[in-house]
């Protein structure tokens, strides 16, 4: 089964609109075509209607980092699917372990979110993952199944096929400290095995699912050369355009 990879880049609370601009600029005509590889990035909703317009055209494409579930109403500070649509967004990060530990995102929240985001076109990106804690006290398995199964609760296997999940261990994140390539592959072939037991095994190998977590030019060629992993969602090494662009010259190998 060949999945096409797909690389994003979660600039998180980076980037005044006139970087993210710039950054667009430098990188939308060097991206890998699309036919080998997706190349995304997320970048704070200020940005988005800028970078939407920049990319029209190239390979590279734009994805928010967050959704509200309501198409609109009176929720202060939110920004809904309706809207994310309307400029042309393609892609959406769902439950970020940042979200979930700050912003009081939760399992059934995420899944509102998977569902609202199919409902207007976005493609969902959803972060599950365990802690540091939950590893050593071997509950891997069980945290990222549950947060998988919620999030798909709901959601048909014609759309569940395009939902791309990312692994990305809290631990990993930021730190430095990357899971190795076989531990990372070890879970995202349980998440794999995981989908397989909600739908059945033809959609679960479609599927792609993403590494995240410290990965770095250097270290995506191993990550992505396992059986189960089909791109990464990068953080630091995403800010800089030379290095998101040595991100995507990794996946030809
Ligand atoms: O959280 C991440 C991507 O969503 C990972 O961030 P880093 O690549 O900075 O560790």
């Known amino acids: 089964m060949s999945r096409k990879p797909i690389i994003a880049g979660n600039w998180k ?5 006139k970087e993210a601009h710039e950054f667009v600029e430098a990188v939308k005509d060097k991206v890998p075509s699309a036919d080998l590889v997706d190349s995304v990035v997320a970048a704070p909703f200020l940005a988005l209607d800028r970078i939407v317009a920049d990319s029209k055209g190239s390979d590279l494409k734009i994805s928010a980092e967050n ?8 929720f202060t500070g939110e920004v809904s699917p309706v809207m994310l649509e309307d400029l042309g967004v393609h892609y959406v990060i769902i439950g970020h372990s940042e979200r979930r530990a700050m912003f009081a995102e939760t399992d059934e929240t995420v899944n509102k979110k998977v569902l609202a985001s199919f409902a207007h076109h976005l493609i969902p990106i959803v972060c599950v993952g365990e802690t540091l804690d939950e590893r050593e006290g071997g509950k891997w398995q069980t945290v990222v199944k549950n947060q998988v199964t919620k999030a798909f609760a709901g959601v048909p296997s014609d759309q569940a096929v395009d939902v791309v999940v990312a692994y990305e261990p809290i631990w990993a994140i930021g730190t430095g400290k990357s899971a190795s390539s076989e531990d990372a592959n070890e879970v995202c072939a349980y998440i794999r095995e995981t989908i397989s037991g909600l739908y059945d095994e033809a959609t679960a190998a ?3 699912i993403q590494y995240g977590g410290s990965v770095k030019p250097a270290t995506i060629g191993d990550l992505l050369a396992q059986s189960d992993i089909d791109g990464a969602l990068v953080g630091g090494a995403s800010l800089d355009p030379e290095s998101f662009l040595a991100l995507l010259e990794a996946v030809k190998g």
Request: avoid cysteine; charged fraction near 25%; charge should be positive.
């Open 13 to 17: 609370m980076n980037k005044t609109v």
């Open 206 to 208: 479609k599927v792609r």
């Open 67 to 74: 959704v509200h579930f309501e198409n609109s109403g009176a």
